[in-house]
């Protein structure tokens, strides 16, 4: 591009210098191929043209966001371009799709919260300002939409922040497919939580970075078909071994070694710790300590971490044990043993070191000595122990040091990824790599070759990348490209890992020789590429090599390269510790199989090349994405720009590279409005007579002559250089039109002179001429005065004598005049006296009469009143002493039926006695009986024998007379006996049986008088509530004639004057009416009640549950309003207050009314439909509010007098507040009481409060998010105004069709009145809708003035005019809705005021004090100093504000720094509920409610009758 610039006088270029890189400034002079300019630092400088670049003077102060979009895409406009937004604290940049991130060195909360990752969420690349979260957004975006994984490479020198860079791409991706809180969130958790325990055993501080990671990561984050995150794996590359055993000043060891040093005292104590400086791997270097680390806090931060990601405690404490031997082992010194070339420990500290090592690794203390000073060495015939000198003792101690730690390294890793767990059936994945930069120090082993490697290779992927993005931007476009070159770095790869002949080869073979050195090595290095482009051997270095990278020439040092490529483990130190009692660190050196020890040899860069094609492999089987770190300075210090260290670290992370490619193509491209904006002024006429950009454009190119370029489908493109033409025809374009106006200024200049002169003598003549002419005038003006005079003098003496005759005259007539009226006003006073007289007797004599009548109506009435009443008080007496007998009969009724249930109690115990008698009589008779038998049968049996005996004799001797043996008296007398006995138990049964019947006559008949006792008491009980009745009837008879005679004796008491007029019937009889009704109501209600209450057919339990359900389904549906109130929150209350349920302790009414709301609100997309039920709901609140009070309100109010509850003692109260006149205040406060009664709320009644409260706050976020909802699709249209270039201005003017982006204002307007005419027509209370309108307006102001903020085109003077007039749309319609629109434009005061800063004219000359207390004085200095570096005037392209105010801002922002609030310039959505029960209350009145009517459909139902 220098080269086919050719530079004239007055041209802005830049020029190269040694300590700034290039500076800036203007051609004075040009001689052939020479030019002078003078630079802005006030030095000359004499350089070639071809040697200087084209500036942008119209390149925006703040920069631009893309630096594809500099008009000059060369080093010094992307340093300055870079240079400019450090400046300002915006350290992102893209570059195309690149993004450069520059360290600030300083915390930049406000850029990476939450609120920040919302806003990035969806947005497309470039849309907002550059930011990590937006390549990370972009990457799974591309992943879901495409269906192709993805990768992020992260590079940069070590300081250059990779790391953050690389947490914020996590924290996002995160983010982005994170689960729900209710599923967990343990894998993104654990990929987060890795980082701190990676960065504690694998960062260190360095000479450029206090946490440089001396590894590379590649974080592989897997997803499903969902795009959640599913599993992860971290792999790591060459961990800095060397780094454990050698630490160089002023340098640190890895983190972890200090933090153990910093743990709790009971954990140094275990492991029996000291202080770093006491540690020979930790004081080598003097910096033991990092301002900006607490490693007693980072301690704790790594175990809670490690816990996270599936570490247990034996496991962690298992892993510093590790870390602790490593540093004992460090403290061993060895010296001259007995032997030759033999070594023991050196004294007794070494020693202990040696003994607590051995003791923290379980293991053998004099098997780790042999360890350390032996070897063995196992030959065909024997083995042999050789003995090795301190040094080899220290070698070896150091090598298990090493190789210790980067088991424990990789162990770490592996665990990791086993607990974060990879997805074998993942469908995507995105990678982070987090890869060290391009590194050239003084003294470079071979940790810089691999690095140095691995940069090589991401740079030929970068390179690829950059050119396929080159060739798809043209074919987007659809515009004519050629094959375009780019460097290719492969000669660079063969020359390191080429087989057989590459470096890493030859050092692997010289690794498998052991008398190979590093010199021998050198040496077959020299001799092999000592023709190769890329090699060179530096003089005076006898083993030393330099190689040509794509960043720059580095030398390495050979002496170490063979010690760091080997990679084995000594058989002894594997024995010792795979031997160990710790399992865990046995499971660090597992046993070795027979194959292992005899496979081929292995070493770290075969190894490592090998993992770099792995790593390459997965790259190019995704779609890369770049972000380039860079460090602004070597003092790791915030606000210093050091623009060489920064060009080389472009050069290294390929920015150049890229930049190159593109200036081999088509560096310059505008769109088209810019690029007609820019330089439509080379042809005027284009711009007139075209009608579209494309077309324009080509006919102004070629108008100009220019060539090689080529028009896009929305950019033109032009070749290196091109730009540059066209803006020196431009500057000479501007030249002659100064030319011309110049001109024209002079020519107005003399004009306007010679008109001032003509002017003065024209003024000056006709001053002369006024003078003489005024002299002349006063001649005349005298003259003429003393005429006047003359005259004047005659006319007053001939009117003064007229005056006296005429007033002479006039006195005369007037006392005859005034006699006669006096005469006349005499007589008519004393007509008007007589008639007032007349008129006032009569009057009196009305009203006496008037008085007498009404005092007999009053009495007549009242004695006639008093006599019903005497007489219902008669007939409740009568059916009280009624009831009294009643009640008495009930009593002895009682009385008996306990006398009968005592007689019947004993009844059955003697008839239980006569059982149990009859049964032992029964027992005796059967016994006797038994008996009787027996002797019977005996005397019978003995009468055979003697028959038998006697008619023996008989036939032997003879007959003798029979004498009879039977006792015929004991017979008889058993006989009767028996007979008596069946007589007792016949006699028994009877009884019993007679006993029997009378118990269930006694039992039917105490049966019914307990029917009849329950009938009298309900009796009694409606007796007694009719005597409640009538005697709270008779106190308002006795209240009303009290009223009555205090009327009366106020009447009476009254002057007679005071009785003019109609007398006060009215009032009387509005009494007495009121009296009759009430009467009439309460009889009637009385007389329903009573056949209610007598049907017993239902329970109460039935009929309240058929009363619930009959309410539920009237009010379910939208049954209107009455007098502007909702008539089912009315019903409901009523209903609720009849049946009790606020002082019930247990009913579901409640419960069933709270689920008829919940499911009627089901719909949350009808506005009409919540609004109805937000009124419902908010008009019961408040109905419950006034009326529920707790116990403790409760006692409280007790104390109070009562309040009148009936009709005339409400209005006897208010005839004592006013006994004159009725007060219809207090008139409305006793209906309202009415209305609103207050009891005692249980729990169910409060709890039934508190869910309607809940419901109303749920309701109104529905309504108001719904709204938001509608207007969020308008505002993102709202926020940015129409691009028009200046052709298309003279063309169309300003005029705008249908789809202006007015009309989005307008469909706000309208989206506002729709809900508006909703919210009114349900009768919303009011403050809802102001809390409505009042947080949607500040939703408004939330995403206009972020969206403001965050991009760029939006903060431009033609923008800010055009949010302005959107702005006064809603300014008038506040103003039109102003009742229920409140403070709701107060909500909008940041993006007012912010517009009102953009489109103030010059604002230059606007002070901090000014902007800060006058203009913007709500906006933090955050946002005042962003809005200031985003300002570019697209209009009248004015200045923004001057460099004094932007450095005032930046320090005042530097001193609130260390507060991580005030950084933030993102303004927070309010989604809070903000009002209370207490708000909705006070916008409502008791007497609101009165003479409402319930809903008809339950009017009809006999069972509401008492909401009549």
């Excluded at 006898?542 to 580095?554: K, Q, W």
């Excluded at 019937?1065 to 009121?1074: M, R």
């Amino acid at each position: 591009m220098a080269g086919n610039f050719s530079p004239s006088v007055g041209s802005c270029v830049w020029v190269e210098d040694r300590d700034e890189a290039w500076i800036d400034g203007e051609v004075v002079e040009v001689n052939g191929e020479d030019i002078k300019v003078l630079c802005t630092s006030g030095k000359h400088v004499v350089t070639k043209a071809s040697a200087v670049y084209p500036k942008d003077t119209e390149a925006p102060a703040s920069g631009v966001d893309d630096m594809t979009r500099l008009a000059y895409l060369h080093e010094p406009g992307v340093l300055q371009n870079l240079h400019s937004r450090y400046d300002i604290n915006e350290i992102y940049t893209y570059t195309g799709s690149i993004l450069i991130a520059v360290n600030p060195f300083r915390r930049l909360p406000h850029l990476y919260s939450s609120h920040m990752m919302a806003q990035y969420k969806g947005a497309a690349l470039g849309e907002l300002s550059p930011h990590p979260f937006a390549v990370a957004d972009a990457a799974y975006r591309q992943m879901i939409n495409d269906g192709v994984s993805q990768s992020i490479l992260v590079s940069g020198e070590s300081g250059a922040g990779k790391t953050e860079s690389t947490k914020l791409l996590m924290r996002y991706l995160a983010y982005m497919g994170g689960r729900a809180a209710s599923e967990g969130r343990s894998v993104e958790q654990k990929v987060l939580e890795s980082n701190p325990v990676l960065e504690a055993f694998g960062n260190a501080k360095t000479v450029r970075n206090n946490n440089s990671s001396r590894f590379g990561k590649f974080v592989e984050i897997q997803f499903d078909e969902k795009g959640r995150i599913s599993g992860a794996a971290i792999r790591t590359y060459l961990l800095e071994r060397s780094r454990v055993c050698q630490v160089s000043d002023p340098e640190r060891n890895y983190h972890c070694f200090y933090m153990l040093c910093a743990a709790p005292k009971e954990d140094v104590q275990r492991y029996k710790l000291g202080e770093p400086k006491t540690y020979h791997y930790l004081n080598q270097s003097k910096c033991l300590e990092v301002d900006s680390i607490n490693d007693a806090e980072e301690y704790q931060a790594t175990r809670r971490a490690m816990d996270v990601v599936g570490i247990s405690t034996e496991e962690q404490d298992a892993i510093f044990s590790v870390v602790a031997a490593i540093l004992h082992l460090g403290n061993v010194e060895f010296a001259k043993g007995a032997e030759i070339d033999s070594s023991v420990p050196k004294d007794e500290k070494s020693l202990f070191h040696l003994k607590t090592a051995a003791e923290i690794l379980s293991c053998d203390e004099k098997a780790l000595e042999d360890s350390l000073c032996k070897r063995i060495m196992v030959t065909r015939d024997e083995t042999i122990t050789k003995t090795l000198d301190p040094e080899a003792a220290t070698l070896s101690r150091d090598a298990l040091a090493k190789v210790m730690y980067s088991r424990l390294f990789d162990w770490l890793v592996d665990k990791i990824n086993n607990s974060i767990g990879q997805d074998p059936h993942s469908k995507y994945l995105i990678g982070v790599l987090d890869i060290y930069g391009f590194e050239s120090f003084k003294t470079n082993s071979f940790e810089q070759f691999c690095i140095n490697l691995t940069n090589e290779k991401l740079q030929q992927h970068f390179n690829q990348h950059v050119f396929k993005m080159e060739q798809e931007e043209y074919k987007k476009e659809e515009i004519n490209w050629s094959y375009i070159e780019f460097v290719d770095n492969q000669d660079i790869l063969d020359l390191i890992e080429k087989k057989p002949g590459g470096i890493i080869a030859l050092l692997d073979e010289a690794c498998m020789f052991p008398r190979s050195t590093h010199e021998t090595f050198a040496q077959k290095l020299y001799q092999t590429f000592k023709n190769h482009k890329r090699f060179t051997k530096p003089k005076l270095a006898r083993s030393d090599f330099t190689i040509c990278h794509y960043a720059g020439d580095v030398t390495y040092q050979t002496q170490l390269f063979l010690d760091k490529n080997k990679d084995y483990v000594i058989a002894e130190h594997q024995a010792l510790l795979n031997s160990s009692s710790c399992s865990f660190v046995a499971s660090l050196f597992p046993p070795m199989s027979d194959d292992s020890n005899k496979s081929k040899f292995s070493s770290i860069g075969t190894r490592f090349k090998q993992q770099l094609v792995s790593l390459l492999e997965i790259l190019n089987t995704t779609e890369p994405h770049y972000i380039r770190c860079i460090k602004p300075n070597n003092l790791l210090k915030p606000g210093i720009f050091e623009n060489e260290n920064i060009l080389q670290q472009l050069r290294c992370g390929g920015v150049m590279e890229a930049i190159r490619i593109s200036c081999a193509g088509y560096p310059t491209r505008k769109h088209f409005d810019e690029f007609l904006n820019r330089f439509g002024i080379l042809a005027p006429e284009v711009l007139v007579k075209n009608s579209d950009d494309p077309a324009a454009c080509k006919k102004l190119l070629n108008k100009v002559g220019l060539e090689g370029y080529q028009i896009g489908k929305t950019k033109v493109f032009l070749r290196a250089g091109q730009m540059a033409d066209l803006d020196t025809r431009r500057t000479e374009v501007l030249g002659r039109s100064a030319s011309i106006i110049q001109r024209k200024v002079r020519s107005y200049l003399a004009k306007k002179s010679f008109i001032l002169l003509r002017n003065s003598a024209k003024q000056i003549q006709s001053v002369c001429r006024g003078y003489l002419a005024r002299n002349v005038y006063e001649g005349m003006r005298r003259e003429a005065a003393a005429l006047k005079i003359q005259r004047d003098l005659r006319m007053f003496l001939a009117r003064k004598d007229y005056t006296e005759l005429c007033s002479a005259s006039v006195s005369v007539q007037a006392g005859m005049r005034g006699m006669v009226a006096r005469n006349e006003l005499c007589f008519r006073r004393q007509t008007k006296a007589a008639k007032i007289i007349q008129t006032w007797c009569r009057g009196y004599l009305a009203r006496l009469h008037y008085r007498k009548l009404k005092k007999a109506a009053i009495t007549t009435q009242c004695a006639w009143r008093s006599k019903i009443a005497r007489g219902e008080l008669r007939k409740l007496k009568m059916a009280a002493r009624e009831t009294g007998a009643l009640q008495e009969a009930k009593n002895k009724l009682e009385k008996q039926v306990e006398e009968l249930t005592w007689r019947l109690q004993l009844e059955k115990r003697i008839r239980t006695d006569l059982e149990e008698a009859k049964k032992q009589e029964s027992a005796k008779a059967q016994s006797s009986m038994e008996e009787l038998e027996l002797r019977c049968k005996e005397t019978e049996a003995l009468l055979i024998k003697e028959r038998e005996a006697a008619k023996n004799v008989a036939e032997i001797a003879p007959i003798i007379k029979e004498v009879p043996v039977v006792d015929q008296e004991l017979m008889e007398k058993i006989t009767n006996e028996n007979e008596k006995l069946k007589g007792m138990v016949s006699s028994l049964e009877v009884k019993i049986d007679e006993t029997e019947k009378k118990l269930k006559e006694t039992t039917k008949i105490s049966e019914d008088r307990l029917k009849q006792a329950l009938d009298a008491e309900s009796k009694l009980v409606k007796l007694q509530t009719a005597m409640q009745r009538l005697e709270e009837k008779i106190l308002d008879m006795e209240a009303e004639k009290n009223i009555m005679r205090q009327h009366q004796q106020t009447i009476s008491s009254t002057p007679v004057r005071s009785t003019l007029g109609h007398p006060p019937t009215a009032p009387i009889k509005n009494l007495e009416n009121g009296q009759q009704i009430n009467l009439e109501s309460e009889f009637n209600e009385a007389e329903f009640t009573t056949p209610v209450a007598g049907n017993a057919e239902k329970s109460a339990a039935e009929r309240q549950i058929m009363n619930a359900d009959a309410l539920i389904d009237c009010v379910k549906d939208n049954i209107g309003f009455s007098n502007g109130k909702p008539v089912a929150a009315f019903t409901i209350y009523k209903c609720l207050l009849h049946w009790k349920c606020f002082e019930s302790e247990k009913t579901n009414v409640f419960d069933r009314l709270i689920q008829m709301i919940g499911s009627a609100i089901e719909n949350e997309d009808d506005n009409s439909h919540l609004a109805y039920w937000l009124t419902s709901t908010s008009a019961l609140l408040f109905l419950l509010q006034k009326s529920l009070k707790t116990d403790g309100s409760g006692a409280t109010q007790s104390k109070k007098p009562p309040a009148a509850t009936s009709l005339f003692g409400r209005m006897a109260m208010s005839f004592r507040s006013s006994p004159a006149s009725g007060n219809l205040a207090a008139a409305a406060e006793a209906a309202a009481n009415a209305v609103i009664r207050p009891v005692e709320a249980k729990y169910p009644a409060l709890l039934f409060k508190q869910q309607l409260a809940a419901y109303v706050e749920k309701m109104f976020g529905m309504v108001r998010d719904n709204l938001k909802k509608e207007l969020s699709t308008l505002l993102s249209l709202c926020i940015q105004a129409p691009r028009t270039s200046k052709g298309g201005m003279l063309r169309s003017g300003r005029s705008f069709g249908k789809d202006s982006p007015a009309t989005h204002w307008q469909s706000i307007i309208d989206g506002l009145n729709s809900l508006l005419v909703t919210l009114k027509e349900n009768h919303v209370p009011l403050v809802l809708i102001q809390k409505i309108y009042s947080q949607t307006f500040s939703f408004i102001n939330v995403q206009l003035f972020n969206s403001l903020l965050l991009r760029k085109e939006c903060c431009t003077f033609s923008n800010g005019e055009f949010v302005k007039a959107g702005l006064a749309e809603l300014e008038l319609w506040c103003c039109e809705a102003k009742e229920y629109a409140g403070p709701s434009w107060e909500e909008l005061k940041h993006i007012r005021q912010a517009v009102g800063f953009l489109v103030i004219h010059q604002k230059y000359r606007i002070s901090y004090d000014d902007i800060a207390h006058d203009l913007c004085p709500g906006l933090s200095v955050q946002q005042l100093y962003r809005i200031c570096t985003l300002y570019w005037d697209d209009s009248y392209n004015t200045r923004s504000v001057s460099q004094e105010v932007i450095s005032s801002m930046r320090a005042l922002m530097t001193e609130e720094s260390n507060d991580a609030d005030s950084d933030s310039f993102l303004l927070d959505d309010d989604s809070s509920i903000p009002f209370s029960v207490d708000d909705i209350s006070s916008s409502m009145q008791e007497k609101d409610f009165v003479g409402i009517k319930p809903a008809e459909e339950l009017l009809e139902n006999p069972a509401f009758l008492f909401l009549h």
